[in-house]
């Protein structure tokens, strides 16, 4: 199985950089993905790491270290509509998918 | 949420009932899952369906059971409900690719659910 961690909540104002750190500890790990919730509304996918470095999708990046099993995920130039949860997702080599708690960021204007 | 349908969206529930929460897909992915979400606990698999068929247990699947007759189609089923099972549920499905780690799961809009 596996377990992951990330912290419950951070807050930030308008045009801030974030960073959400994930670790893991696993069997079988593959791969770290990130998910984003608003509110009352479904996880959505932001990102996907399989190798160490660093995935870059516009205002959002995302880190993985297969070796520290630490990943973390980045939000630049913070925007009110990014205030949502987030999560860390560990897959595993069936494909599989197990996430984290979810780290609730909010934006202040 | 395009392309995967939860139904219902809401159902209140006495203890010992029965319920199917049902997931339809029209977008021919190969894998469906069922997850439930509890405050401050993530998203835990309940079960999952790596093809029309077959069904395989998750994190939390007791109290639950499944069926993946078609392969758009995939049932949850509560024999008899309890308060612990209050809580959002939601179905993914995800497009099985050759490359096994890039599983990209899209989500239903959720089915929240209430026992008392």
């Known amino acids: 199985g596996q377990s992951l961690e990330q912290p419950s909540e951070v807050t930030a104002v308008e045009g801030a950089i974030v960073q959400i750190n994930c670790t893991y500890q696993?069997?079988?790990?593959?791969?770290l993905s990130w998910y984003q919730q608003h509110d009352g509304g479904a996880p959505t996918f932001l990102s996907y790491?399989?190798?160490?470095g660093l995935e870059e999708t516009g205002r959002f990046s995302s880190f993985l270290s297969r070796s520290d099993s630490y990943g973390y995920l980045l939000l630049q130039e913070l925007q009110m509509k990014d205030s949502a949860s987030y999560f860390c997702?560990?897959?595993?080599?069936?494909?599989?998918?197990?996430f984290g708690a979810g780290t609730q960021v909010v934006v202040t204007p | 949420n395009a392309g995967v349908t939860q139904t219902p969206k809401f159902r209140v529930l006495k203890t010992g009932q029965s319920m199917t929460l049902q997931c339809a897909q029209d977008?021919?992915?190969?894998?469906m899952y069922w997850y439930r979400q509890d405050p401050g606990m993530g998203l835990r698999l309940i079960y999952y369906?790596?093809?029309?068929?077959?069904?395989d247990k998750g994190e939390v699947p007791n109290g639950y059971n499944v069926s993946r007759l078609k392969k758009q189609n995939f049932l949850l089923g509560l024999e008899s409900a309890a308060p612990s099972q209050t809580s959002v549920y939601f179905c993914?499905?995800?497009?099985?690719?050759?490359?096994?780690?890039?599983?990209?799961?899209?989500f239903g809009a959720g089915s929240r659910l209430t026992v008392l």
């Open positions: 993914a499905i995800s497009e099985s690719t050759a490359r096994a780690g890039a599983n990209v799961l899209t």
């Open positions: 696993t069997s079988g790990f593959y791969g």
């Open positions: 790491n399989a190798l160490d």
């Open positions: 997702a560990a897959t595993d080599s069936w494909g599989k998918l197990q």
């Open positions: 977008m021919n992915h190969n894998s």
């Open positions: 369906s790596a093809s029309e068929g077959t069904t």
